[in-house]
Each structure stands twice: as C-alpha cells, then as structure tokens.
C-alpha cells in the first residue's frame, strides 16, 4: 500500500508538470466516459429499472395474440380478467390495472394527473407494502392510494395524511395509503408514471368519461394483466394454462375470441409494449455501440499521447533501469500515472454524462413512444462509470508503459533523446489509423443517418405541412361540464378561423404523423357527435380533403388520409377544413388508450391497449 501512494504522489506531481498534456488527455477520456455512462443509465432505465416490486423475475403478463396473418399483440377486457383469475391454477394472484389521466383538486387547485384504475389486488400480487397507511381492501371503493412524489409534494410529507379526502373526477376520494418510494408504476409506456391509484370499482366516478359498460364489455379490451406465478411452476407451464383457457373463451364467446389466444410473457419483457420492444432494443444496441466506438477513439487518442510523452522520457526510464530499478517495477509506475489519469477523466466524464442525462430527459420521445424513464446519476451509474475508467486506464496505458521500459539503454543515456525507432513509429501509425478508421465509420454512419432524415422530411405524407400549424387544448383540469366545454372549442375554431392569415382550421384530437396512431379515424364534418371536454383537441389548420373510407363494423365512419382529385387519382391541392374527434363516448375511449390497428378483434391492435366498444 505505501508503494502504491508512493506512485500515485509521483504520478500526480507529473501530470501536474504537463498541464497541456493532462487536459488534453483528461477532456478526450471525459468525452468517452461519460457519454458511455449516460447511455449506460438510459439502457438501465430501459431495460432494467430498479423498482421495489418484489421478486419481478415471478411475475408474468398476460396479452391477447392475433393467430392468423401478420401477428398482433393487444390487451384485456374486464370479463376475460375475472375468467382468468377466477379459473387459473397456475398463479398466485392475477391483478388487472389501466392508466389514465386524472381530474383531481386539491384544497382550492384542480389539475390534472396521470393515475392508474387497478384492481384491488394490485399492490399484493406486486408484492408491495404501503410506506404509509395501506393498500386496498377487496371491498374498497371510494378510496385511492397517492405516489410517494405526490404526498411530499402536494402534503409536505405528512405521515397522517391516511384519511383525508382529495376530489378525484366527480366524487371524494379518502387516501387510505402511500405507495413506496421508487415505485413508478409496471410499465413504462404510457407517458407520465403513475402518482395515484383509484380501485376500478370507483371508475365512474374518478373518470366519468369512461362508459358504465366496461366492466361488462368482452369487447372493452383495456386492461393489462400481471400475475404471480406459483412456487415450482414454468413459463411453459403458464403458457399452456392460458392458451386452454383462452381456447375454452372462444368455444363460449367464438364471435368475440375467434382467432385470438392468449399469451403469457415474462414482465422483464413487457416494460413496454412487446411489439415494439425489439426495435427499442436494437435502437439501445446500436447506440451503445456508437458510444464504444467513441470512447475506443479517446482511448487511441490517449495511448498515442503516452507513447509520445514515453518517447520524451526515454531518458529519466534509462537512468532509472540503470540504477537497478525492475522493468515491472517501472511498468507497475507507469500504469498507474495512466490509471490515475483515467480517473480524472472518470471524475470529469461524470459530469458530462450528467448534462447528457439531462438532454435525455428533455426528449421524453427517443423512441416515438412516451417512456417514464429515470436517467439520473444513481449508484450504479456511478460505479459504472468507475469502473469504466479503471479499465481504460489499464487499456491504453499497458500497452505503452511496457514499450516504453524496455528502451535502448546506449542510446537512452546520451546526452541526445533517442527517438521511438521503426517500431514505436508503427505502433503509433497504427494508432492513427485505428482513429481515422473508427471516426469514419462514425461520419459515414451519421451521415447515412443524415440522409434518411432527410428523405423522411422530404417524402410526401399526402398533405401540406409547410403552412400547418397546430394548438392544443385540453380542458381536463380546467373542470369544464360537457356543455361549457362543447361551446370553448366551438367558438375557439371560430375564432381561429378569423384570424389574419388562416385559411381554414379544424379541431382533431391525433393530428396526423403525430407519432401516437397509425390509423386516424375521422368524421367529416356535419357527422360528428358532441366534443368531450376531458379529451385534449388540437386546433390544426390547413388539413387536406379527406375521402372517407366507409367501415360500418365499428358504428362510426373510418377513414384514412387519401388527397384524390375528382377522377380520383391523387393529387396535391390546397387544404380544407376536416373535423375529426370522438363521435361518441365509445370513440372518445378507443382514442384516449392507444393506438389502433386492423385486423380487430373487436377493437384489439398491436398497440397499447384500447377500448373500442359495441354499441
């Protein structure tokens, strides 16, 4: 131990004779270190987010899959949940949940939240305890348990605040509990995590505009579907106890389950939403290696420094062999001054993946799916990015600290530095070319990247976009009624369309390459029903004709965006004014949970769970 704080005194009083040296290596580690360390955090969070769930490896979700043609993925309807849990053998527990906005006020604010409708069985089938109060009773109802960031933020921490009220939608709600800290919620995918969790017996009065019907609807496809498995028992196993029963489903129900079986995945693979997960991944993948590649480049950078700064010291390293110093010995020194030099590059590297971390968290959207992640510097991170910079000591300190003690001691002793001979000067090309190669493969990559940007903006999407703009409006917390909030949007769009400039506007509540449908359903105007105050609308102008495309099976008009002239060959034109939003309480549920896809069981899709139901 006294040798080794011997070489780190030494290694530091050299580094602070080359202030340019030190710097410039220091600030190449940095860069390398700590854009690896922020993706590290962002991979982490994605794929692995710490959570207080207890052992998450034994839980399981459940999905409904599309078994004919191209495969589907979609989520649960309330019947099914109960037949699930009611009949299976191979769980412990089946709880069911659906996230949704909130309307809540507390004291004299009313805003709005992301929360979670469960069952009441949620918190114990995820194996949690409440950090303050408890969770649900099997015969709660108007009761809802607040997120650890909401009792501290909105309650001051108050460890008494089991028991009072908070008006949720239209009724009072009575907070029985707190959940515990870091718990954001199963899935990542549905924006916002969760700061409040209302039993589903009390759905209609926390979210009045869900329809009464849901909980009877095999059509209401809404839930998602965690469940515990039982000591001893498979994956295989729960497979096949689900496929059977989702096959005795549509021998009883065959017009609503026809084709359709069910699927049990662990949760480590339904963070998000299995349909995607791989694309997710592959993006992470790809990431990751870009951030290697750069931080391999910092590494030749550095290693070429040390092998000119070695050539420097020829000398004083034969003075030293000369005197009976070892080779390992010298090799041990160099070492650590290399080591000792990543580590400063780790220090500051921290810092740098800590602005990185807070780009991350302002573009919530990388994926084109809203994710709740949590990208701050934690310990793990931490130890990572230590760790990272031990090895890169070791990785382009090595190599030159043992070229660099083994010099020609003839040569070395004269009064004249020797220089690095034909070896030294073809590692060192090597290490120049290994850079240029490397940061190629970087440009060519980003400019490739570049490019299919460009060919994305500049495809045509079948309307103008140059002149489009968009508001939105949401009324939710704003605690408008339906009548109040019917007469805002009209007299907005019609304000809207006299201002200077507009030549027509509309109100459409998934603009159009939004990122959130695939499909738009649409209703021309004259054919839509009332506006729904508690679903958020954006007040777009300049949309194109719209033909819509009949589809009688739903109850409401489907159409997708086709611009034609009279002939009916496609065009472009100018734009006309389209109103598109929910006709129903029906459609204004299918829209506010996810995103549809055809073929349809029923409203089932590859998406995020919807709601679409029959009338």
């Given at each position: 131990m006294r040798v080794l704080w011997q070489d780190l005194r030494f290694a530091a009083r050299l580094l602070r004779k080359n202030p340019g040296f030190t710097a410039l290596a220091v600030l190449s580690l940095a860069l390398g270190i700590g854009v690896n360390t922020a993706i590290f955090s962002l991979v982490r969070a994605v794929l692995l987010p710490s959570s207080p769930i207890r052992q998450a490896g034994r839980l399981v979700s459940i999905y409904h899959r599309f078994t004919r043609g191209q495969e589907f993925l979609t989520s649960t309807s309330?019947?099914?949940?109960?037949?699930?849990?009611?009949?299976?053998?191979?769980?412990?527990?089946?709880?069911?949940?659906?996230?949704?906005?909130?309307?809540?006020?507390?004291?004299?604010?009313?805003?709005?939240?992301?929360?979670?409708?469960?069952?009441?069985?949620?918190?114990?089938?995820?194996?949690?305890?409440?950090?303050?109060?408890?969770?649900?009773?099997?015969?709660?109802?108007?009761?809802?348990?607040?997120?650890?960031?909401?009792?501290?933020?909105?309650?001051?921490?108050?460890?008494?605040?089991?028991?009072?009220?908070?008006?949720?939608?239209?009724?009072?709600?009575?907070?029985?509990?707190?959940?515990?800290?870091?718990?954001?919620?199963?899935?990542?995918?549905?924006?916002?995590?969760?700061?409040?969790?209302?039993?589903?017996?009390?759905?209609?009065?926390?979210?009045?505009?869900?329809?009464?019907?849901?909980?009877?609807?095999?059509?209401?496809?809404?839930?998602?579907?965690?469940?515990?498995?039982?000591?001893?028992?498979?994956?295989?196993?729960?497979?096949?106890?689900?496929?059977?029963?989702?096959?005795?489903?549509?021998?009883?129900?065959?017009?609503?389950?026809?084709?359709?079986?069910?699927?049990?995945?662990?949760?480590?693979?339904?963070?998000?939403?299995?349909?995607?997960?791989?694309?997710?991944?592959?993006?992470?993948?790809?990431?990751?290696?870009?951030?290697?590649?750069?931080?391999?480049?910092?590494?030749?950078?550095?290693?070429?420094?040390?092998?000119?700064?070695?050539?420097?010291?020829?000398?004083?390293?034969?003075?030293?062999?000369?005197?009976?110093?070892?080779?390992?010995?010298?090799?041990?020194?160099?070492?650590?001054?290399?080591?000792?030099l990543s580590l400063l590059g780790g220090v500051a590297g921290i810092a740098v993946a800590s602005w990185t971390s807070a780009l991350v968290r302002l573009h919530p959207q990388a994926f084109r799916i809203p994710l709740a992640l949590d990208t701050h510097m934690d310990t793990p991170a931490l130890g990572f990015a230590l760790l990272l910079s031990l090895a890169t000591g070791v990785l382009f300190g090595l190599f030159p600290a043992r070229r660099a003690s083994h010099p020609d001691l003839a040569l070395s002793l004269k009064s004249e530095a020797p220089g690095l001979g034909l070896r030294g000067f073809a590692l060192r090309n090597a290490l120049v070319v290994a850079q240029v190669a490397l940061s190629l493969v970087l440009l060519i990559g980003a400019g490739l990247f570049a490019r299919t940007l460009q060919k994305a903006q500049a495809s045509d999407p079948a309307f103008r976009t140059g002149s489009a703009v968009l508001v939105k409006l949401s009324l939710m917390a704003a605690e408008y009624s339906d009548a109040r909030g019917q007469q805002f949007f009209t007299q907005a769009l019609e304000r809207a369309r006299l201002l200077p400039g507009v030549k027509s506007a509309a109100l459409v509540q998934f603009p159009p390459l939004g990122g959130m449908l695939q499909d738009i359903d649409m209703l021309p105007p004259g054919a839509s029903g009332p506006l729904r105050v508690n679903n958020g609308y954006h007040i777009a102008g300049l949309l194109p004709h719209a033909r819509p495309a009949a589809s009688t099976r739903t109850g409401f008009q489907r159409a997708r965006y086709r611009k034609r002239s009279a002939s009916g060959h496609r065009q472009r034109g100018d734009g006309a004014a389209l109103l598109a939003g929910p006709g129903s309480h029906r459609q204004a549920v299918a829209s506010r949970n996810g995103r549809r896809e055809t073929p349809a069981r029923g409203g089932r899709g590859t998406g995020r769970p919807n709601a679409k139901l029959p009338r």
């Open positions: 309330y019947p099914d949940y109960e037949y699930y849990r009611d009949h299976n053998q191979v769980l412990s527990g089946l709880m069911a949940y659906c996230r949704t906005p909130l309307r809540v006020r507390i004291g004299e604010q009313a805003e709005q939240i992301s929360g979670e409708l469960v069952t009441a069985n949620y918190f114990s089938v995820l194996g949690l305890q409440a950090a303050v109060g408890r969770t649900f009773f099997a015969e709660d109802r108007a009761v809802a348990v607040i997120g650890d960031r909401l009792w501290r933020s909105r309650f001051g921490g108050d460890r008494n605040v089991a028991g009072r009220t908070i008006a949720v939608g239209r009724h009072p709600l009575t907070i029985v509990g707190v959940a515990p800290p870091g718990f954001r919620g199963v899935v990542l995918d549905w924006g916002d995590p969760p700061e409040m969790w209302v039993p589903i017996a009390a759905f209609r009065d926390a979210v009045p505009q869900f329809p009464e019907y849901m909980l009877h609807a095999r059509h209401a496809v809404w839930l998602l579907v965690t469940g515990r498995l039982k000591p001893g028992v498979s994956m295989a196993e729960t497979q096949a106890a689900f496929h059977g029963m989702a096959g005795q489903l549509a021998q009883v129900y065959g017009e609503n389950h026809h084709d359709w079986t069910a699927e049990a995945l662990p949760l480590s693979r339904t963070r998000f939403w299995p349909t995607y997960r791989n694309s997710i991944v592959t993006f992470l993948a790809l990431l990751a290696t870009v951030t290697g590649l750069v931080l391999l480049i910092a590494c030749f950078n550095v290693a070429n420094l040390l092998l000119t700064r070695g050539m420097k010291r020829q000398r004083e390293i034969g003075v030293r062999l000369a005197l009976g110093a070892g080779r390992g010995r010298l090799v041990r020194q160099l070492t650590t001054e290399s080591v000792l």
